[in-house]
């Protein structure tokens, strides 16, 4: 799949910015550093489109990417940075929780995870937003390419259990390699 049209609409800092449209909407969490600019860059297949290494600083922003005309990418500030002080939490919740609970387009959750690291606490929070929310999960377990052979099924079974989902949920991918490419785009395109 190759993207013709795909950019980054607006990064709206409130509800009153979240663009205007119809299109069903993915959105696409993760903690920091988990590699999720590189996953969104890899499957659109475009360089820059997310920013690599996005500043701390930008935990308040929602960013809208079309892409095609066909869907929008939501991009979620990524989370858990050690430093950020408890207001800087509760702004972060509240706007997920404004986008899950108004937002009527939304049509699930990519949760990237890094796959060489059980899920923290903050991944399974965001997954019980999104099943209170009624919206599917997919999980995409990131850096693969770093995992030793013997690592790989182990590190899988142990995100689908802390996660509560089936392990063939899990989505093994590599910025790197573009494992999961496909794999990744037949499960987000099942989603709406
Ligand atoms: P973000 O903060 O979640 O958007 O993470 P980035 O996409 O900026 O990635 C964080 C770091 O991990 C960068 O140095 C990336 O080059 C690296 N990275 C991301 N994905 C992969 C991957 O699949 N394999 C490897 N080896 N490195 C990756």
């Not at 972060?92 to 990519?110: H, I, P, S, T, W």
């Not at 099943?131 to 590190?155: C, G, P, S, W």
Request: net charge positive; aromatic share 8%; hydrophobic share 35%.
């Amino acid at each position: 799949r190759t993207c013709n049209k795909c950019e980054l609409v607006i990064s709206a800092p409130d509800r009153e910015s979240w663009p205007d449209t119809t299109l069903p909407e993915v959105v696409l969490a993760g903690r920091s550093n988990v590699g999720k600019s590189s996953f969104i860059n890899t499957i659109t297949n475009r360089k820059k489109l997310a920013y690599v290494g996005n500043t701390p600083g930008k935990t308040r922003l929602l960013n809208f990417f079309n892409i095609d005309d066909e869907l929008m990418f939501v991009d979620v500030p990524g989370y858990g940075y050690a430093n950020i002080s408890k207001k800087q939490l509760m702004q972060f919740g509240d706007m997920m929780e404004d986008y899950f609970a108004n937002r009527e387009q939304k049509v699930g959750l990519v949760l990237i995870v890094d796959s060489r690291h059980k899920p923290t606490e903050d991944d399974v929070t965001m997954i019980e937003f999104a099943r209170y929310h009624q919206m599917n999960t997919i999980v995409i377990a990131t850096k693969f390419d770093k995992l030793k052979k013997n690592e790989r099924k182990k590190n899988l079974l142990k995100i689908s259990e802390v996660l509560e989902l089936p392990v063939e949920s899990i989505i093994p991918f590599s910025s790197e390699t573009r494992l999961g490419v496909d794999a990744a785009w037949k499960k987000i395109e099942s989603l709406y």
